[in-house]
């Protein structure tokens, strides 16, 4: 019997590879790739297209806000400037209405890029309602640290609808890390931060929520107060009626008149200390102008005192004007 014996470099029978099917998967391939892009190609020329102007608009529409709002304030200005005439100093409802421009503007701007950004969710398909639990969440943990942002819109929605003050206002404000407070004149008034030009030409952002106690010097009318130091051999009586009539020809003259509401009077002996004692001199004047006219009136205290012989003392102060209505 003859043992069929195999051949070791004989090569076992293979099926060929199924043509069909190779090319089946890569028609389904192109296929969807180009499914793919054809759902891209159609959600850009539609939604996506939509985004893109959503936040084009949003970006526009923040900026008109912007322009109307600087129009508006434009506007209230020159109302009130046509009829206070000649006033030198600003009205408190011109202030009032200035400050409620900038909040309305600004709170225009935000309400606008918020629903700007609930309409891109809205077209990314993003459901909002699934969005509840999260957003309460993260709200919880953004409340606990952003409290200050919270007392920052309180405090300044107080400042506004109780008129505490307002654009162009000559406020003393005092705020953690200053001892003495910083003064300066309101250049705006947000819900959120007040900014203050100081003397200096700083520019101070505070934060509402900071402010402890505002001292408003340009509310109704203000006080000028002049402590004149005087020789303690000098003739009281004497000094007194040199005082008034300084008061009377400051009344007189047509550029204080116009910031004076009474003539400057005398008050008498406010204190004595060695070597001289102090007269105290006050005058009530427009809101903001305490400043210019106390150092006029120290100008012809000084001149008037050269002029009868009288030895002045190196300080011829003044005290802080008194704000009070």
Known sequence: MQTDVPDEHARPNR???DITTAVGQNGAQMTLATVTWNEISTWARSSGLEIVMLILGSILIGRFASWFGERVTMRIESTERSDLGDAIVRSEQ???RHALAQVFTWSAIVLVYVITAFLVLERLNVPLTSLVAPATIAGVAIGFGAQRIVQDLLSGFFIISE???GYGDVVRISAPGTSTGVSGTVEEVTLRITRLRTVDGELLMLPNGEIRQVTNLSRDWA???IDVPVPIGSDITRVSDLLRSI?????LDPTLRLQLLDPPSVMGVESLDVGH???RMVARTLPGRQFDVSRELRARIALAFQLEGLNVPPTLAGSGPDTSA
């Not at 008061?247 to 009344?251: H, I, M, R, V, Y």
Request: no cysteine; charged share 30%.
């Open 94 to 96: 011109e202030k009032h």
């Open 15 to 17: 099926a060929p590879p």
């Open 277 to 279: 004692v102090k007269m």
């Open 247 to 251: 008061g009377q020809e400051a009344f």
């Open 223 to 225: 006080r000028a107060v």
């Open 163 to 165: 008129r505490q003050y």
